[in-house]
């Protein structure tokens, strides 16, 4: 049973660029949320999705960041007109639906570097 | 708390012996707390996790203490490896927040042999 799957590994683009990130849950899971750490941090929730659904998008800047679950296909994470603020690593995590959907399983993660 | 930029504080102990790791969560209403270890360049890796309503649980060479009172929690890890070196991880699921974690400020274990 794969894990959360996460790639690029590590992502580098020049201001105003855009980035993608992708996530793809682990078998069986069908909740997803991202999350953003700077170097010796804790994790930053930022949004919450199920299958072609965004449920909190609370900690996600409100302004070109955006997210998605589609219903065939990994989790996008899309961030445009980067900046170097933006440089930090995101992870993806998953969970099950049902009783055990607190316990957040996470992927590798993507470093993104914004020259 | 959440940690605001600075260094992570670290506990330094000798490979074998018992370490714990502290952790001060901050909503009374949260009901379910997680313990993760993040290596170098990783994901954090669930430990062992603890529902509200007790107040330990024990895992393979690990316990996670939870005092409600003074909304504390802590992890135990017994005969320390150098494996064990790490960021652990403290989060918490607050009742009225839907799925969202919410991270500790971290701590760094180093090992020595």
């Known amino acids: 049973n794969a894990g959360v799957m996460q790639n690029p590994r590590h992502l580098v683009r020049r201001r105003g660029q855009e980035a993608r990130l992708r996530c793809s849950p682990m078998?069986?899971?069908?909740?997803v949320y991202w999350y953003r750490q700077l170097p010796e941090e804790g994790l930053k929730f930022m949004v919450y999705?199920?299958?072609?659904?965004?449920?909190?998008e609370s900690g996600m800047p409100k302004e070109r960041f955006s997210a998605e679950f589609p219903k065939e296909g990994p989790s996008i994470l899309r961030i445009q007109q980067v900046v170097r603020g933006d440089s930090a690593a995101y992870f993806c995590?998953?969970?099950?639906?049902?009783?055990?959907?607190?316990?957040?399983?996470f992927g590798a993660g993507t470093r993104l570097s914004v020259l | 708390g959440e940690s605001v930029g600075l260094h992570l504080p670290t506990l330094s102990v000798q490979e074998g012996d018992n370490s714990i790791i502290n952790c001060a969560y901050s909503?009374?209403?949260?009901?379910?707390f997680i313990w993760y270890k993040q290596e170098s360049g990783k994901g954090p890796q669930f430990i062992i996790d603890?529902?509200?309503?007790?107040d330990k649980r024990q895992g393979q060479r690990v316990t996670v203490l939870l005092n409600k009172t003074v909304k504390h929690l802590s992890l135990q890890i017994a005969a320390t490896q150098p494996g064990d070196s790490a960021v652990y991880f403290c989060?918490?699921?607050?009742?009225?927040?839907?799925?969202?974690?919410?991270f500790g400020g971290g701590t760094r274990l180093m090992v020595k042999p």
């Open positions: 995590a998953s969970s099950p639906a049902g009783r055990s959907k607190g316990l957040q399983y």
């Open positions: 078998k069986g899971h069908s909740h």
């Open positions: 999705l199920q299958k072609e659904n965004i449920i909190d």
């Open positions: 909503n009374s209403a949260s009901d379910y």
């Open positions: 603890i529902r509200s309503n007790m």
């Open positions: 989060a918490e699921i607050f009742n009225n927040a839907g799925n969202m974690l919410t």
